[in-house]
């Protein structure tokens, strides 16, 4: 698995504008958005979103706010925060797939992505909610 970085988008928000620009590069397939890139696949937040040390926006917020304006591909969370009961949070929000722990290696990370990935698509082909 390898990812193209020409088409990938990091955004560290400083603003709440620097979210509104993530979920637009997120959205860039769809017709409302403005940009011309295509549409992200996968999309990892973190749960806890520091803006300046103003604010914290939560990740599900985003995700939800995504899902809202017609985003379809794999939404994960990235988050030290895996008790059960977070676990049951996140799932509750209807907008995230699953979660990836800030203290998993790079190679295990990558291959939960792969995982989740690939059983999104099998659940959209066959029809079933992922």
Known sequence: MQADMESSTVIC?????????????VLAGNT??????KAADIVVLDQNIDISNL???????????????????LI???TGNLSPEDK????ASGAVHGWLGKDT???T????ILEEYSRKAKCTVLGDSP
């Open 76 to 78: 994960l969370l990235r």
């Open 109 to 112: 990370t990558a291959a939960q």
């Open 105 to 107: 290696n790079h190679a």
């Open 32 to 37: 409302a958005s403005k940009l011309t890139r």
């Open 13 to 25: 928000p400083a603003s709440p504008e620097d979210v509104e620009s993530f979920v637009e590069a």
């Open 88 to 91: 049951k949070t996140y799932m």
């Open 55 to 73: 604010r914290t926006v939560y990740g599900t917020d985003v995700a939800l706010t995504l899902k809202t304006r017609g985003y379809n591909g």
